[in-house]
């Protein structure tokens, strides 16, 4: 029979609700509570995606998606009304400038519309954008390097390359400086704006910058087979954002929130449901049925939810807000710290989530109310005495063990709430303890100079070009002029990516003779390396196929490479920088052939210092002096890597100080011991921030489930304290008794805690093994903190949980069961 | 020998239109070993009376004094401790702890005072109520009418100088009832008891020493 009274049940709910003040009070905080932690943990990961993104075009330089060189109207036209463009910008290229004191980071001179100027991260923060001819922004890292002050009206001479012409010389343009804005520090190059008027009065060439709804891979599928437009990628776009790691950590927070929200507001529901059974007893009496008794419980949960959810959702927000700075200030994701996400899909799913808590929450709750029978209800307390062991217990100890074994579901379940903090801090400490810089780091020199490259594992990409050295022929003098090094060296690589055969490739690396000092022979004899009419060639076991030839095998390298063919001249183009600016259609693709025959003399492995960095699947990893590299290459080698041994003088920090300011004003980047260790003391503070800040985030909650075990203890009893209180219990004794079972609960947790720990360490041990630097020690140590916050909160939550509750008088209390 | 005497007590709850006069001036006297039997009405004010006398309840005026000692002079521990001294309950609902078993339940009130449970006294009592069998079970083993005799020995247990009870037969059938009534009453001769007793049941009150009937929070024939 269906009858129509859910107004009747949204009255009774209602009412039931307004009847608990207290209760609700406590619900809506853990409600508020459990949506804050949510949506902070999410707020924050989307803030990793929109920070990752804004990483990406910092990169790039742009934060547009594609581009379009040199095309006429009507294909923009067609572009710009081909759908899924989200907007667009134009930008005219003047030219570039890469000699010193811009070999590092060049110059690009171009004309910004005031859409692309944002996309390039070129508002000025001082001034304005160029209107007129002479006019120029410039960003602030530009006015530094000429030794310019941060002034507008400030005369500048700008030299360049002009892109649209091919045999261009450097020419010098004077211009006054009329906007300045940030430099972005992880770009590749410093724009430098002029005005549209300038721009079009030299062979500029007119890009298109366009940014793309939806999928861009799907764009751009299209667009190239649909108008026949060549285009060019900002950058990489990733479709997933978060590795398998990451999403671990992020599920495995969800879950700790998610349960720990469920046992809180379970708790709450579980005690008033509890304390108004034979209420709803009453109600089930007259006629309310179980399904509708689960109903009013469901609705109060989702009024309280109402009121929790969207006050959590704006404190959630407002810590992410806060903490996504800090958290990403330690990481790669620093230089872009203060991106944050405004998705609305933070709310959206952080609300779901907070409302599947409720209303997982609320269910069992619901079932007891809805299950009981009306004249079980009137009798109905926690107390389940399953209890075969009804031996004789002394004292007030003995009656407080039996307690806690009553609900031993619930005994346990905040024995491991409180138990996890002491394990992940336990954890935490030891991870951070263990970590060895002995055994971190080790190097057979005292400085490794790169560029940002090499430190990353880049490929630099090359079309038929030959890449700058990472560390230039003036560095090197530089550094060694000032610093008097005795001993150095410096590695090498070829420009493209060797063949060996069909289907094999090969990383040849190449050193100057002094550092074959340390490379040590593991087969054969290195000597014919040196012999310039020799073809001898080492290989190192890096690589997969290293260990399929021997000494003496022959191993045939195909150095070759491509040159692109301007088809309007029928000549190579020389500096690949052109190749940007002439149209696809008009280059052709001419391969070059250049192998060499080589016989293994030896099998080596070498200091990991002059490593490169990465190795390919079926390749081989070959070694070969500089000499014999240039030769072999004609020269289309490239220098990774410098590495110095310690100084003259000896004074390493010293030392140290100056790479670093050397390396800072040219772009470059560096390791040595201190860098090292500076690194390993930010992993090992990262190590301790995060094991802190997760502890505090279980200790609260373990601390909150430890309230409710107590406050559901006290509140279930309350008739049996009366009972006994009428029987001749004090209140100081009563009050002895749960402080005991409080005792007892922070005495179980700190062992099982501990146990737990124990029984972890060992495979703990195992896993960080592999790293090779850390040696996770065993202390228990940290127990000790804890340990102390427990004891003052089992004592004290106990003595004021009861003090609020024994304000009813005994007379009402015994009264409730009558 | 005057072991209780209840002065002029007062009890009202509510306010204005809501205002009960549960007790309205209310004086008694109870001689050591009398039975007393209290009937009356629901709502009459004879539970509050019964509470008043035990300590759990205070009046707004008017005092209780129990073999010399005035209850009104005492804070709420030294009321407590007075009452597992002096004072046996016996509720309708039994009210048992749940977590202990029979013998402990009986002793509580003796251990909670930091003695020695008299064993001889507490062996006599267990034999007298029939629950030597009974001793290690926990209180959910037991039936009403074994759980009302376990709540009988408890009161006994400590020697007080009254027993007070809350319609003890209450919530058992008629027969058990009067099996259980017929023990109470046996065994407070035998340890010369002082027993005031509430009850609906005339037949009850009938077997009582004297029985006073209090109607609206007065006693009526005393």
């Not at chain 1, 409302?355 to 709750?365: A, D, G, N, W, Y």
């Not at chain 1, 014919?528 to 073809?535: A, G, K, Q, R």
């Not at chain 1, 002059?610 to 390749?619: E, Q």
């Not at chain 2, 048992?96 to 064993?119: A, F, M, S, T």
Request: glycine share 6%; proline share 3%.
């Amino acid at each position: 029979m269906n009858v129509k009274n859910s107004p009747c049940i949204r009255r009774l709910a209602i009412k039931t609700l307004k009847k608990s003040a207290k209760r609700n009070i406590i619900a809506v905080a853990a409600i508020v509570l459990t949506t804050l932690l949510i949506t902070s943990i999410f707020s924050v990961a989307f803030s990793f995606i929109t920070a990752s993104r804004a990483l990406d075009d910092r990169i790039a330089g742009c934060a547009a998606d594609l581009y379009f060189d040199n095309i006429s109207d009507e294909q923009a036209d067609e572009i710009l009304s081909y759908g899924n463009v989200r907007e667009s910008a134009w930008q005219l290229r003047v030219g570039s400038y890469d000699s010193e004191p811009f070999s590092n980071k060049p110059l690009e001179i171009c004309y910004l519309d005031s859409q692309d100027a944002v996309w390039h991260f070129a508002e000025p923060v001082e001034g304005r954008l160029p209107e007129n001819a002479n006019e120029i922004a410039v960003d602030a890292g530009v006015l530094k390097a000429l030794n310019l002050p941060e002034e507008t009206g400030t005369i500048i001479s700008i030299p360049y390359v002009e892109y649209g012409n091919a045999d261009a010389c450097p020419t010098v343009a004077e211009f006054e400086l009329v906007g300045i804005f940030a430099e972005n520090s992880i770009a590749s190059c410093h724009y430098v704006l002029v005005s549209e008027e300038f721009a079009e009065s030299v062979n500029s060439i007119r890009r298109l910058d366009i940014t793309v709804k939806g999928n861009l891979f799907a764009f751009e599928e299209t667009l190239f087979d649909e108008t026949g437009v060549r285009f060019g990628e900002y950058k990489i776009k990733q479709e997933a954002f978060f590795d398998g790691g990451s999403l671990f950590i992020l599920a495995i927070f969800l879950l700790v929130i998610g349960m720990s929200g469920y046992l809180i507001i379970y708790n709450i529901f579980q005690i008033s449901v509890v304390n108004d059974i034979s209420y709803y007893g009453l109600l089930k009496t007259i006629g309310v049925t179980g399904k509708q008794l689960k109903r009013i419980i469901r609705i109060q949960s989702l009024i309280l939810s109402a009121i929790g959810i969207p006050i959590g959702l704006i404190l959630g927000y407002i810590v992410g807000k806060l903490t996504s700075p800090t958290i990403f200030l330690s990481t790669i994701l620093a230089p872009v710290a203060d991106s944050f996400s405004v998705s609305p899909w933070i709310f959206i799913t952080s609300c779901i989530f907070a409302l599947i808590t409720v209303f997982v929450s609320c269910s069992k709750p619901g079932r007891i109310a809805s299950k009981i029978s009306p004249v079980e209800a009137f009798r109905y307390s926690e107390v389940k005495t399953d209890n075969k062991n009804n031996k004789k217990v002394s004292g007030l100890f003995g009656m407080a063990v039996r307690n806690l074994a009553r609900n031993k579901k619930k005994t346990i379940l905040v024995f491991f709430s409180m138990a996890l903090p002491i394990v992940i801090l336990c954890l935490g400490i030891s991870l951070s303890k263990g970590v060895s810089f002995v055994n971190y780091y080790h190097s057979d020199f005292a400085f490794k100079v790169s560029n940002s490259d090499f430190f990353n594992f880049e490929i630099p990409t090359v079309y038929g070009d030959t890449p700058a050295d990472f560390i230039s022929d003036i560095d090197i003098e530089n550094i060694n002029a000032d610093m008097n090094f005795a001993n150095w060296g410096s590695a090498y690589t070829t420009a493209g990516i060797p063949r060996v055969g069909e289907d094999k490739l090969a990383v040849v690396s190449a050193y100057d003779e002094n550092l074959f000092d340390y490379v040590e022979v593991i087969d054969g004899d290195i000597a014919p390396l040196f012999d310039p009419d020799s073809n001898a060639i080492a290989v190192t076991l890096d690589s997969n196929l290293g260990e399929e030839v021997h000494v003496g095998d022959r191993i045939t390298v195909d150095y070759g490479y491509v040159n692109f063919i301007d088809t309007r001249t029928g000549e190579v183009i020389e500096d690949q920088a052109l190749i940007d600016s002439i149209p696809y259609e008009l280059i052709e693709p001419e391969p070059v052939e250049n192998t060499k025959e080589y016989e293994i003399c030896a099998v080596v492995s070498y200091s990991s210092d002059l490593f490169i960095g990465y190795i390919f699947g079926d390749s081989y990893s070959l070694v070969l002096p500089v000499s014999k590299l240039q030769a072999d290459t004609n020269g289309r080698m490239y220098r990774y890597l410098t590495v110095f041994d310690a100084p003259e003088s000896g004074d390493i920090e010293a030392t140290d100080e100056y790479i670093r300011d050397y390396c800072e004003r040219s772009g470059l980047q560096y390791k040595s011991e201190a860098t090292e260790r500076m690194e390993l003391q930010a992993f090992e503070n990262a190590i301790r921030s995060i094991t802190i800040s997760i502890c505090v985030v279980l200790l609260i909650i373990g601390i909150l489930n430890f309230v409710n075990a107590v406050l559901t203890g006290i509140l279930t009893r309350s008739h049996e304290f009366a009972v006994l209180k009428a029987i001749g219990m004090t209140d100081r004794q009563q009050k002895k008794i749960l402080i005991t079972e409080g005792i007892c609960y922070v005495a179980g947790s700190i062992l099982l805690g501990t146990i737990i720990y124990s029984i972890l360490h060992f495979p703990f041990t195992v896993l960080f093994a592999e790293s090779g630097f850390i040696d996770p020690q065993y202390s228990v140590a940290p127990i000790a903190v804890i340990a102390l916050v427990f004891a003052i909160f089992g004592v004290l939550i106990p003595y004021v949980v009861y003090s609020v509750t024994a304000a009813k008088t005994v007379v009402e209390r015994l009264r409730v069961n009558e | 020998m005057e072991i209780l005497k209840a002065i002029n007590l007062k009890k009202t709850y509510g306010k204005g239109d809501t205002e009960v006069h549960a007790l309205d001036d209310v004086s008694l006297v109870v001689n050591k070993g009398e039975f007393l039997a209290i009937v009356g009405t629901s709502g009459s004010g004879k539970s509050t009376l019964l509470n008043m006398l035990g300590g759990l309840d205070k009046p707004d005026s008017g005092s209780v004094i129990i073999d010399d000692n005035e209850l009104q002079k005492m804070n709420d521990e030294a009321i407590t401790i007075f009452r597992r001294r002096k004072i046996g309950f016996i509720f309708q609902s039994f009210n048992l702890v749940p977590v202990l078993n029979v013998y402990d339940n009986i002793v509580l009130p003796v251990e909670l005072d930091g003695k020695k449970p008299d064993k001889k006294l507490i062996d006599d009592i267990i034999n007298t109520l029939g629950l030597k069998e009974k001793i290690d079970s926990l209180p959910t083993q037991l039936s009403g009418g074994q759980q009302q005799r376990v709540a009988i020995a408890r009161a006994l247990a400590s020697k007080p100088a009254i027993i007070l009870a809350d319609e003890p037969t209450g919530n058992l059938d008629s027969k058990t009832g009067l099996d259980v009534l017929g023990l109470l009453k046996t065994t407070c001769r035998k340890y010369n008891q002082t027993l005031i007793m509430i009850t609906h049941n005339d037949e009850i009150a009938q077997t009582a020493d004297r029985i006073i009937r209090i109607e609206d929070g007065r006693i009526v024939n005393a």
